[in-house]
């Protein structure tokens, strides 16, 4: 074989190996890159836990819990159109400015519906508390807006209604 042929030869192994790499790291990326999604049933398992979750640390003034299942970006409306933020909810939290008996959904009152990346909740929620020097007992409907992220569920939005009579 010539010194012409044999570079000819090196160059075609030289692609060869070229396109397997890239084939290889196609493949890679399609595996990595592919969404494992669980089913309905799963997610809204997830949810209705995740909710609970987050109602028993709000209970506890669990300010790591909170944090870990709000969004950085989410926003809470009570019925009297008060707007509260993830900050807001975790100072209130770190400062213990409510003490909760009770921060309860009512059981059989939790529905879960998703869409998607996107799960509501809503369920009744008895709440007991004092608040400076102030008791409150009361129910309430909530509404609790969900979005999967690339690290799991994340609680974005939630609109609480007036307490019920």
């Given at each position: 074989?010539?010194?012409?042929?044999?570079?000819?030869?090196?160059?075609?192994?030289?692609?060869?190996?070229?396109?397997?790499?890239?084939?290889?790291?196609?493949?890679?990326?399609?595996?990595?890159?592919?969404?494992?999604?669980?089913?309905?049933?799963?997610?809204?398992?997830?949810?209705?836990?995740?909710?609970?979750?987050?109602?028993?640390?709000?209970?506890?003034?669990?300010?790591?819990?909170?944090?870990?299942?709000?969004?950085?970006?989410?926003?809470?409306?009570?019925?009297?159109?008060?707007?509260?933020?993830?900050?807001?909810l975790l100072d209130s939290a770190r400062k213990k400015e409510v003490t909760y008996k009770r921060q309860d959904e009512e059981p059989g009152t939790q529905k879960v519906r998703l869409w998607g990346d996107t799960a509501m909740v809503t369920a009744l929620l008895w709440i007991k508390l004092v608040q400076g020097d102030k008791?409150?007992?009361?129910?309430?409907?909530?509404?609790?807006?969900?979005?999967?992220?690339?690290?799991?569920?994340?609680?974005?939005?939630?609109?609480?209604?007036?307490?019920?009579?």
């Amino acid at each position: 074989m010539s010194g012409f042929e044999s570079q000819i030869e090196l160059q075609d192994q030289n692609m060869r190996t070229s396109k397997k790499l890239i084939l290889i790291a196609l493949a890679f990326l399609l595996v990595t890159t592919i969404k494992l999604k669980a089913s309905p049933e799963e997610d809204a398992k997830a949810v209705a836990a995740l909710d609970i979750k987050y109602q028993a640390a709000v209970k506890a003034n669990d300010v790591a819990t909170m944090n870990q299942i709000l969004a950085d970006d989410f926003v809470l409306i009570t019925g009297r159109g008060k707007v509260y933020n993830k900050t807001d909810l975790l100072d209130s939290a770190r400062k213990k400015e409510v003490t909760y008996k009770r921060q309860d959904e009512e059981p059989g009152t939790q529905k879960v519906r998703l869409w998607g990346d996107t799960a509501m909740v809503t369920a009744l929620l008895w709440i007991k508390l004092v608040q400076g020097d102030k008791p409150a007992d009361y129910k309430l409907w909530f509404s609790d807006t969900y979005v999967r992220t690339p690290t799991g569920w994340r609680y974005v939005f939630g609109q609480a209604s007036l307490p019920l009579p």
